[in-house]
């Protein structure tokens, strides 16, 4: 659902709760009338306990006020949170198949194996930017955090992935001179993006935390949003659009 849809969605619903609880109020203080006594004033009709028309209005009303514009906000955060946990199982499984070991791994099979490492290497630089976006965008403290040690450690190894035409600008963000790594001799390939690389194993370990925390911030915002849908239309509306936004929106490609 495409975020005017859900405001006209959201200012239906409102309108709505405010005329259901606009008759709802005015019955309860036409009772409190009939049984207290009233008095007039500027504010309009007052019953004895000091209760305005509008005091009613906005007790009934309560917290529930933003609760479509939450709901609407929780689910733009899941998917951002989807997209950010769809790159980095991406960066994962790229570095996977170059971190791999044993006879049947890609640097094993020799340098005839140079075209599939260089397709690796290019779709790692892809889909970590996705993934970077995605953390340095969130404004979640764990997500700064893990966004800083990612670019920490590529930093710490700019000099030797510039060899290969990959280099970093100041977001963090990688660039890939696709000349240049053709160019690069494979065993140095090997020795850089292989099993024995300390730079890939620290990548994965970290890819694979981006991946857990945004499953864990997915799975919280579902909850918060089954919260809010319920009193959305308890209050609202029992329109079930907003529980068909609980799918996944995000396209598969990142």
Known sequence: MSISRINAVITGARTKRLVKAKALAVKQNKTGLRANGSTSGRGGVVSKTGSSLMDILRKL?????????????NQKQRYEYETMKLAAERVTKHLNALYADGEDSLFAQGEEMR???EKEIS??????NVMMRKLTASGQKEDAELAKKLKEEIASHAAELK????TKDSKGL????????KQAEYSELKSTFGSESSLMKKLKTLSETV???????ISRLEKESYT????????GTSDSSYGNMTGSRYSTKG
């Not at 009303?61 to 906000?73: F, H, I, P, R």
């Not at 990688?174 to 790594?181: C, E, N, R, W």
């Not at 809010?228 to 209050?235: F, M």
């Open 61 to 73: 009303n309560g917290d529930t006020s933003m609760t479509g514009e939450k709901l609407a906000e």
């Open 115 to 117: 075209e599939a490492v």
């Open 123 to 128: 779709g790692f630089v892809s889909e970590y």
């Open 163 to 166: 060899k290969f035409g990959i």
């Open 174 to 181: 990688l660039s890939l001179d696709a000349k240049i790594l």
């Open 211 to 217: 991946g857990e925390n945004a499953k864990e911030q």
């Open 228 to 235: 809010l849908s319920s009193i959305y239309s308890r209050y």
